[in-house]
């Protein structure tokens, strides 16, 4: 074999060999070598294996290296577009200025190369995956290329040479045929085999789909080559069947027709004459019928095949979903289930839609899109695969994956218009598109049991299916919607007719789903939460296509659309109706949200009328059809209000969600307002007594309305009237004040939107963004108007930037009405029907009510401000006869009369909606008045109540007599019993009766329902004089009677003579409960304007004026009544009825009263609580800690338990505690030296160096004393506690410590669930609730040492110093073993416990007594050096800070002092003898083999300072303790000459040290620094190497001169912090306040305070010297300190010379400094690779105290089960750590076990957070809550200050 013999040679050879071949004009031998080669090689019954690639590279690149190949052919790259391809996770940008197509998206490089600066982008995260459309103009505009793809790169190319890629053209082929037959040989139905054997067969292919997706990569030149191959129809069918001789690749291709085959498709051959192409077998009986459409549509829905197919979902209940069948509907049968493969490209697609959808071949396929030829034969293929793709995802177990797989092809095709429109002429897009949306539906349809449940014939979508459940539909919708936002595709739409009809047919299969039915006995079992599906589906099948359509029909030209849409609706509808058997009255305790057809109708019409100048009545039909219209919208408002009444309380919660659903912002412009509109619409058309009859009759307020006081309701229970009956008038005066849809521009719309909500409550810009509901197709997020949203705000809002609170919750930046906007423009009416939660109407009026207080109109209960309402579009204006219709005059007059009355189940509220009604219709005028000549007719009893229609006219028409039906129990048939028992005197018989009979005949009856139905004969006898109407069934007006209600009804007549008007003046009088509360000089000057704001008096002034403005009569009839002003006699009392209403009122006031003051006297007790707990005064609790105290105090503390409530001593047996919170800390360690703060990297370049902070120089500074000194002696020398320090605070609070056991031990039984943990010793301080885990026990006796130990003492320094030496040589006494003692104990346990190990062993050998002392101090030396961070870094504030105050650092003190006394020095290593005698003698006893003592000069005096304090015995007296700051003050100065020394050049030294002998002679020397720096030069100059070794440095360093100011002032800047601890220490022990003074005065005075001067000078005149104190001669004792340092320079230790140099100075605590703007860190980082794992974290997080990158949850990096956040925050902050996470942008805090969520200190342009980037919009750093965060962390109060805490079980 010729093959095997090229196998055998190396494949770089071969390769060229075969070039060469194949480039001669002959080149037959060369293509049969290469067959054979590629036969041997690329044989898939060897499996996939790398070398078969490394073959396919090498014979492509043609005898160069692959990776050079690589580069030639990218060179010849003409690509114009980007089309990097992406999935889902990717960080990608929108921006909307730049877009043409609303899912227009770009890659970040192009983004960044482009120029969007002041746009309106975004940065998402992509869900589906997506590519980059730069350079694409069909879907964004030029301007926004970037720089790359704007040039046009591809027309310069040179064309590419023909042999460059011949060999692609030879190989490339046989490599694909052998992927597809790889694919065909994996797959295997889902039913014979597992699922997962899919996966396997794509993990062999996976290095061949990259290899191809690498090719696409190379570029332009590329791509042709693999278009050609992959569309070359003859290629394919010379591969795909295999040649004769081939039984490998024929079996192949029979395993791919049985594929087709059970997909229920049929490939062409066998649809033609059987078996045109060659090796095409005789098709099985039966499949040749496989042609049937899978609709159900056509016969073949019989056949068993398709039924098999259909029901193998194995979904139970198969029996219930009755399929439909629509024979006519389908235009094509072959929609559904015919595929034709002629090329690679329509094979690799089939089996990517089989295999779901794999990942890489999506992204291949995607690849490709920059090559037109390939998109447009692409998205053919795609088209022509449609339904069976669609049919796939039905059946798949993964759908959300393959959902967003087949999103993310589809949007990259249907977004180009030109593409769209293409495949919708040639492919009949459309029509595939609704068929199979028709045929997905169809799986899931049952009975409708709306109305008619028998014999209803109406098949609705099931919404518990998973269909609907889990959206499955979305891709396809979402495709649908796509395409309609293209006008050519949408006109094409909509001129199809039949294929309009398809779509009413879709979009009535959702009218009436999701039915609810009103539960009435039991609460029901099961809340069924499908109604989830049902509103998707709604607003994502039905109102989303019809916004897209609505987009095109707006200007005249488009009329016929609307037009035909119009007519179309409202045959489906009348088809409704007929299926669901529907009469004129909507079955009882029925509810659907779901009416999209309505919802379609309404908008067609109010765009028609709108936008495209139609008349109203062209598009409207009959009466008849009209009132049914009406029924269903409107029985959908009477229910809202029914379930917030309660009455649908027993179909659990999910019944609110509908409701609020219904209104809720994203949907409220696809359901309610076209439901109001509709509303509108009919009441403006039809009789206005039937429409307001037929409300009142929906919401089942009927027996309510009428004048007697007491009525039965056979619907509603007592409680339920009211909130229905407020709900019904609140309805109609909605319906008549509401104009969206009737004449307000988009501009005015959007405007009266932003205010309601702005009137609920400041909003977000963002939250505001969502809660407006979007018009146009919610995709395109532009909102509508010429007016841009942003102007809008600014017009109506003012901006209130973000502010922090005290309490640490942090505002976000807010937006809140302006003054103008509350007094003109607030709309109570438009937030009642905006609001989702009742709560929010109350709020706006709050916030109104607040308004007005602010701004000085001062009313006590402001109503709902009356507004008026924008003009009514002309063909609108039969809507005001609503408010003129007598029906309503009489609802108006009788609750006007039964408010008067006090009758029951009346509210505010309902007058309030009634005075709104009346103040409606005298706003609005009927036009035309001719109503008011026509005569009365008499015979309709309620013509009589009213002469006319028109509301003002009505005002004044007084009314007699009323007939009434009433219980005989009611008040008004006793009143007539009373009265004909008067009767019965004989003479007044005659003329009474005679009266009597006259009222009867005047008195007016009103029945609404009787109304109702004569008025619906009306119109039906109008609309139809055929004898038809005699079949109509009488309608059911039967069973609104009461059925068989006990107390029988009898009818009686009441006594008026009122009128509206009058009726007005007299609750006038009522509201204001004065009797002549109108006079007749107040008509007189009213002016109405002037009313705009106010109570209900002002509504009712309001009103009467405008009357008497509008009408002379009203004024004649107004001065009238106020002229003969009665008082009016509200009706005896003699019911029990009516006494229980008024009993209830007055114990209702009283309840409240009782409530006022209960709540009165809990604000004073809390008021004095917050005065102890929170400082606002300084009571006894605080004394302990209020060291400033002016008088001493001599008795005993007593200390008051927070727990028991009792005051005392704290005492041996029963001690009292502090509360305090233990915590380690790091932030001392983390101080650098200079103020400005370190950099967070956001390049390669920058980096952070840790070495010079605090706690690494103090490491390195004990790890050098440790190499050369004794190890006992180094651990005196220094403090550790920098890093890891344990920091103690309290709240001030005390408590009995048994008092405490036993309060832990009731939390540790709690089971609710805390945020802290009770077995680690947490809890909250019982009074204040601040969080903490110890007790530390206070000591008995006096809280501060007083009287003697504070005399100032007359004693010499020696004597003192004696003293001192004598204390300390006292040995440590034990305690008795007490309880105050074993608190004690147990209190340093719970302090070594707060920190790590690591930082308490610093010795060599752990745990020793050494180590434990170093550590004890420490932690003393640890909290005072914190509170000198807390107060700023120096003194100079002065005073008992507020640190200060909590501070318990006194009882620390005593608690340390106690545990350290048990060390006691040796004294032959007393440091205190080496600071204050000669001890010469004593060197020569040293070994030679044990290590030095540390030398004096080295070591870190604040740290002997404490020790020794803590190790004498306590109390100790002020005069010792002012000896030993004396003491060690010399020697804090000779380290400073001794270092200052160090940085001068070798010629300064010489000068200083002569002048300093000169002086040494004088008077005094020994406070003169001059004598003493030479002294110390002279004798440091004898040490080898102390001034040698750096004196080059030196003189880099200090290219200035030294004069002798800056000696001084470096000398005291030196002692300073020295000087400040003893300062602080000396206050904490022995109360000496601190005043306050001048940064420069600080020296002089701590000086001063600490008696070191004898008076206070200024520093500027103040010499450091001055203070010197010596008790020996000052030269000999520096004389031995030096020769310290000078005997190391003969041994190994001479290194640690260095240690001379140190420098007590840092700067404040500081967190890294952040970039102004949030990308900066997010593209560095949110990429950027782990550096311990090397992986691209998923949530990579930024230590803002260190600057680490670390993984959050990151299982790669977990040590011991410990995530490395966690780790990191042991290891930089001691178990503290604030970490920025970089893919949301907010930081988390850990604290020991617990971690929370802080909050983000990036907002946006508007204040905003953007937690998880959700927006993507551009964050900038907010300085102010950047400093809270430092301050919180430096003042270690983020557990006091953080609420929401959860244990982190160590995974962050």
């Known amino acids: ?367 490709m899109l920059p090559d037109q030829d390939y998109k447009i034969t692409f998205t053919k293929t795609f088209v022509q695969h449609y339904a069976f793709i669609m049919k796939t995802l039905m059946k798949s177990h993964e759908s959300d994956t393959m959902s967003n797989r087949i999103v993310h092809i589809s949007v990259q095709l249907f977004s180009n218009e030109e593409l769209a429109r293409h495949v919708t002429e040639e492919c009949q897009l459309l029509d595939i598109m609704v068929t199979v949306l028709l045929y997905m539906m169809e799986s899931c349809l049952i009975k409708s049991e709306l109305q008619d449940e028998e014999n209803n014939r109406h098949v609705v979508v099931n919404c518990g299916e998973a269909l609907l459940k889990n959206n499955t539909y979305w891709p396809l919708v979402s495709d649908f919607i796509n395409i309609l936002s293209h006008q050519s595709v949408a006109k094409r739409f909509l001129d199809d007719h039949s294929l309009l009809l398809l779509w009413m047919s879709f979009v009535s299969f959702f009218q009436g789903m999701n039915l609810n039915k009103r539960e009435l006995n039991e609460h029901v079992e099961f809340e069924s939460q499908t109604y989830y599906a049902a509103f998707a589906a709604e607003l994502e099948a039905c109102a989303q296509p019809m916004w897209g359509l609505l987009t095109h029909c707006k200007v005249k030209e488009t009329q016929e659309y609307t037009k035909t849409v119009v007519r179309y609706c409202l045959e489906t509808l009348q088809m409704w109706f007929d299926a669901i058997g529907f009469v004129d009255e909507p079955s009882l305790n029925q509810l659907t949200f779901h009416l999209p057809l309505h919802r379609y109708y309404a908008m067609f019409l109010s765009k028609g009328v709108k936008c495209q100048g139609l008349d109203l009545d062209s598009l409207l039909p009959d009466q008849e059809m009209l009132m049914k219209i009406m029924v269903h919208p409107l029985q959908i408002q009477a229910s809202l209000s029914e379930i917030h009444s309660n009455m649908w309380v027993r179909n659990g919660l999910q019944i609110k969600g509908q409701a609020m659903t219904y209104v809720q912002s994203h949907f409220c412009n696809s359901m309610i307002d076209p439901d109001i509109y509709l509303l509108q619409v009919c009441a403006s058309r039809l009789d206005p007594d039937y429409f307001i009859s037929s409300v009142f009759e929906r919401f089942k307020v009927v027996d309510l309305l009428t004048m007697a006081s007491q009525h039965q309701n056979a619907v509603l229970d007592s409680e339920q009237e009211r909130p229905m009956l407020e709900g019904a008038l609140t309805f109609l005066v909605i319906l008549s004040s509401l104009r969206i849809h009737l004449g307000m521009s988009d ?234 028992r008067e009767r019965e005197t004989p003479p007044s018989t005659s003329s009474e009766s005679a009266t009597y009979g006259q009222n009867l005949r005047e008195a007016q009856v009103f029945s609404l329902v009787a109304e109702r139905r004569r008025k619906f004969q009306e119109i039906i006898n109008r609309s139809n004089h055929e004898a038809s109407q005699a079949v109509r069934p009488k309608s059911s007006s039967a069973r609104w009677l009461p059925p068989g209600s006990p107390p029988q009804l009898v009818t009686e007549i009441l006594e008026i003579r009122e009128s509206m008007l009058s009726l007005l003046v007299k609750l006038h009088q009522k509201l204001s409960a004065k009797q002549n509360s109108l006079s007749l000089s107040w008509l007189a000057e009213v002016d109405p304007a002037h009313h705009a704001h106010g109570d209900g008096l002002t509504a009712i002034e309001r009103i009467l004026a405008k009357a008497a403005a509008r009408s002379r009569h009203s004024k004649r009839c107004l001065q009238d009544i106020c002229g003969k002003v009665c008082p009016p006699v509200p009706p005896k009392k003699n019911s029990p009825g009516d006494k229980k209403s008024m009993d209830k009122e007055e114990r209702r006031q009283r309840a409240r009263e009782r409530q006022q003051k209960l709540l009165a006297e809990f604000a004073s007790r809390q008021k004095s609580f917050m005065e102890t707990a929170m400082d606002v005064e300084s009571p006894e609790a605080d004394a302990v800690m209020d060291m400033g105290s002016a008088e001493p105090l001599e008795s005993e503390v007593l200390y008051d338990c927070v727990i028991c409530g009792q005051s005392g001593p704290s005492t041996e047996d029963r001690p009292t505690g502090l509360v305090v919170l233990l915590q380690a800390s790091s932030v001392l360690g983390h101080r650098c030296r200079s103020d400005t703060p370190k950099r967070l990297p956001t390049t390669d370049e920058e980096h952070i160096y840790p070495e010079d902070t605090c706690g690494a120089t103090n490491d390195v500074r004990l790890s050098l004393m440790q190499r050369y000194f004794k190890d006992s002696s180094c651990l005196q020398s220094v403090s550790v506690g920098w890093d890891g320090g344990v920091y103690v605070q309290t709240c001030g609070h005390t408590l009995h410590i048994d008092c405490h056991k036993s309060y832990m031990e009731s939390l540790r039984n709690d089971q609710v669930l805390q945020g802290f943990s009770v077995d680690k010793g947490e809890f909250t301080c019982p009074l204040c609730r ?455 942008s907010v930081i988390i805090i850990i604290r020991g076990h617990r971690f929370c969520l802080w909050g983000s200190v990036y907002l946006d342009a508007h204040g905003e957070e953007d937690r998880d980037l959700r927006r993507g919009k551009p964050l900038y750093l907010c300085e102010e809550r950047y400093r809270v965060l430092e301050q919180q962390w430096v003042s270690h109060t983020f557990d006091h200050i953080n609420k929401r805490w959860g244990p982190h079980y160590n995974g962050l």
């Open 1 to 367: 074999m010729m093959a095997a013999s090229l196998l055998r040679r190396d494949k770089k050879s071969t390769a060229a060999h075969l070039k060469a071949d194949l480039k001669r004009t002959d080149n037959s031998s060369g293509l049969r070598q290469l067959q054979e080669l590629l036969d041997s090689v690329l044989n898939p019954e060897r499996g996939s294996d790398p070398e078969a690639l490394e073959w396919c590279k090498w014979l492509l690149a043609g005898g160069d290296g692959f990776d050079e190949f690589c580069r030639t052919v990218r060179s010849y790259d003409n690509a114009t577009l980007c089309g990097l391809v992406w999935t889902a996770n990717f960080v990608a940008y929108r921006c909307r200025t730049c877009g043409i197509s609303p899912c227009m998206s770009l890659c970040a490089e192009c983004f960044n190369n482009g120029d969007h600066t002041g746009h309106d982008f975004n940065m998402f995260r992509s869900q589906a995956g997506g590519a980059c459309d730069c350079g694409d103009g069909n879907v964004m505009r030029e301007s926004g290329f970037c720089s790359r793809h704007r040039l046009k790169t591809g027309e310069n190319v040179p064309s590419v040479p023909r042999d460059l890629l011949l060999m692609s053209e030879m190989v490339l082929p046989r490599f694909i045929i052998t992927i597809i037959q790889y694919l065909r040989d994996g797959y295997t139905e889902p039913e014979s085999a597992a699922d997962r054997d899919l996966q396997k067969v794509l993990q062999q292919l996976e290095l061949h789909i990259s290899f191809l997706e690498e090719l696409t990569k190379m570029g332009g030149a590329m791509r042709t080559v693999l278009t050609k191959i992959l569309t070359n129809q003859q290629t394919f069918k010379e591969l795909s069947m295999g040649q004769e001789e081939n039984v490998y690749a024929k079996r192949s291709y029979e395993k791919y027709l049985s594929a087709l085959k059970s997909s229920g498709l049929v490939s062409v051959e066998e649809k033609g004459a059987g078996g045109a192409g060659a090796g095409a077998t005789d098709p099985p009986a039966g499949a040749g019928a496989g042609a049937l459409s899978l609709l159900g549509a056509t016969a073949a829905a019989s056949l068993e095949d398709s039924s098999k197919e259909e029901d193998q979902d194995g979904l139970q209940g198969v029996g219930q979903r009755k399929r439909v069948k629509l024979s006519s509907s389908t235009k094509d049968p072959s929609i559904m289930d015919t595929l034709k493969h002629k090329c690679f490209l329509e094979e690799l697609l089939f089996w990517t839609i089989k295999y779901e959808f794999p990942q890489k071949m999506v992204t291949f396929l995607l690849n």
């Open 1330 to 1784: 601040q969080f903490a885990n110890s007790v530390l026990p206070c000591r008995p006796g006096r809280g501060i040492e007083t009287g003697t130990w504070h005399t100032p003492s007359t004693k010499s320094m020696s004597t003192l110093v004696k003293e001192v030496e004598d204390l300390q040589e006292q040995l440590g006494i034990f305690p008795m073993e007490s309880n105050l003692s074993k608190e004690m104990e147990s209190v340093i346990k719970d302090i070594k416990n707060t920190t790590q190990k690591k930082y308490m062993d610093y010795g060599k050998n752990p745990g020793s007594p050494d180590n434990d002392f170093l550590f004890m101090y420490s932690v003393a030396r640890t909290n005072l050096e914190l509170e000198l961070v807390h107060r700023g870094g120096n003194l100079c504030s002065g005073g008992a800070s507020a640190a200060a105050k909590r501070s318990c650092l006194n009882q620390l003190f005593h608690v340390l002092a106690m545990h350290m006394r048990l060390y006691s020095i040796d004294s032959a290593y007393n440091p205190w003898t080496r600071l204050t005698q000669n001890t010469h003698s004593r060197e020569t006893e040293f070994c030679d083999d044990e290590r030095p003592e540390v030398p004096m000069l080295f070591r870190d005096v604040p740290s002997l300072l404490i020790i020794f304090i803590l190790t004498m015995p306590q109390p100790l007296r002020k005069e010792h303790f002012t000896c030993v700051v004396k003491v060690l003050y010399s020697l804090q100065y000779t380290q400073a000459l001794a270092a200052l020394s160090i940085r001068f050049s070798r010629e300064e030294r010489l000068a200083w040290s002569n002048t300093g002998a000169a002086k040494k002679n004088t008077p005094n020397s020994d406070k003169s620094w001059e004598s003493l720096l030479g002294h110390v030069i002279c004798e440091l100059t004898k040490a080898k190497d102390v001034y040698d070794t750096n004196s080059e440095e030196a003189l880099m360093l200090s290219s200035s001169v030294w004069s002798p100011q800056s000696i001084e002032f470096t000398l005291q800047q030196f002692c300073l912090p020295f000087l400040r601890l003893s300062c602080l220490l000396q206050h904490h022990l022995y109360g000496d306040s601190l005043p306050g003074c001048q940064v420069e005065e600080e020296f002089s005075l701590l000086t001063g305070c600490l008696s070191l001067t004898a008076s206070v000078q200024s520093s500027g005149s103040m010499s450091s010297a001055a203070c010197l104190d010596w008790n020996f001669n000052a030269f000999d004792l520096i004389n031995q300190w030096c020769s310290e340092v000078i005997a190391l320079s003969s041994t190994p230790s001479q290194q640690s010379v260095s240690l001379l140099v140190q420098d007590p100075q840092w700067a404040a605590p500081r967190l890294l400094h952040l970039p102004d703007n949030y990308n900066t860190i997010f593209q560095y980082y949110h990429r950027k690779s782990c550096t311990s794992c090397g992986k691209t974290p998923k949530d990579p997080a930024l230590c803002l105290v260190c600057g680490a990158f670390v993984c959050l949850k990151g299982h790669c990096c977990k040590q011991q089960g410990v995530c490395e956040c966690v780790l990191h925050s042991q290891h930089c902050g001691a178990a503290t750590g604030i970490f920025l996470l970089v893919n949301a």
């Open 747 to 980: 501009d005015e719309i959007l405007r009266a939107e932003m205010v309601s909500q702005l009137c609920m409550n400041d909003r977000t810009h963002s939250s505001l963004l969502d809660l407006i509901p979007e018009n146009p197709n919610p995709k395109s997020g532009v909102v509508p108007g010429s007016c841009s949203f942003e102007e809008m705000l600014s017009g109506v809002a003012d901006f209130k930037a973000p502010v922090f609170e005290p309490g640490g919750s942090m505002q976000q930046g807010m937006y809140t009405p302006k003054a103008e906007v509350w007094e003109k423009e607030f709309d109570p009416i438009m937030v009642i029907l905006r609001t989702v939660y009742r709560r929010d109407v109350q709020s706006a009026m709050d916030r109104y009510a607040a308004f007005l207080k602010q701004s000085g109109v001062n009313t006590g209960n402001p109503w709902p401000p009356y507004k008026e309402r924008t003009p009514l579009h002309p063909c609108y204006k039969g809507l005001v006869r609503l408010l003129h219709c007598k029906t309503l005059h009489i609802v108006i007059f009788t609750l006007l009369y039964k408010i008067w009355m006090d009758h029951q189940n009346m509210s505010e509220h309902v007058l309030c909606m009634v005075l709104y009604l009346i103040e409606l219709g005298l706003d609005n005028q009927v036009q035309d008045d001719k109503v008011e000549e026509e005569p009365c007719i008499e015979e309709h009893c309620h013509d009589s109540w009213f002469p006319g229609t028109s509301l003002l006219s009505n005002l004044h028409h007084v009314i007699n007599y009323v007939r009434v039906r009433v219980p005989e129990t009611a008040p008004e048939v006793e009143r007539k019993r009373e009265r004909e």
